[in-house]
């Protein structure tokens, strides 16, 4: 597993889609995370043991919402 995984602030996500086919190892799905009641589907990271924490989405968003947090006790 990777030492980072990205946290989506999903307040300010326009659930676009873009990281989602950003990343090469198709570790992101579109998802429903209950958020708002307009109910889309937002990015979730649906396979951690993949990610390598490339950071690929977290650059790829056009608004900058994500965030590659440091995952605490793996080298
Ligand atoms: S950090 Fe890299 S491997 Fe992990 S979800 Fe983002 S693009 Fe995919
Ligand atoms: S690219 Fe950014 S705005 Fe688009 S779904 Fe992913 S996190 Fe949300």
Same mark, same amino acid.
Request: proline share 8%; aromatic share 6%; glycine share 8%.
């Given at each position: 597993? +990777? %030492?980072?995984?990205?946290? *989506?602030? #999903? /307040?300010?996500?326009?659930?676009?889609?873009?990281?989602?086919?950003?990343? !090469?190892? /198709?570790?992101?799905?579109? /998802?429903? *995370?209950? @958020?708002?009641? #307009? %109910?889309?589907? #937002? !990015? *979730?990271?649906? /396979?951690?043991?993949?990610?390598?924490?490339?950071? @690929?989405?977290?650059? +790829?968003? !056009?608004?900058? *919402? @994500?965030?590659?947090?440091?995952?605490?006790?793996? !080298?």
């Amino acid at each position: 597993m +990777a %030492n980072k995984i990205p946290v *989506v602030e #999903y /307040s300010l996500c326009a659930a676009c889609g873009v990281c989602v086919t950003a990343c !090469p190892f /198709s570790c992101l799905e579109l /998802s429903k *995370v209950g @958020i708002d009641r #307009y %109910n889309k589907v #937002y !990015p *979730v990271l649906a /396979s951690p043991g993949t990610c390598t924490g490339c950071g @690929i989405c977290a650059k +790829a968003c !056009p608004v900058e *919402v @994500i965030t590659m947090q440091v995952l605490a006790g793996v !080298p």
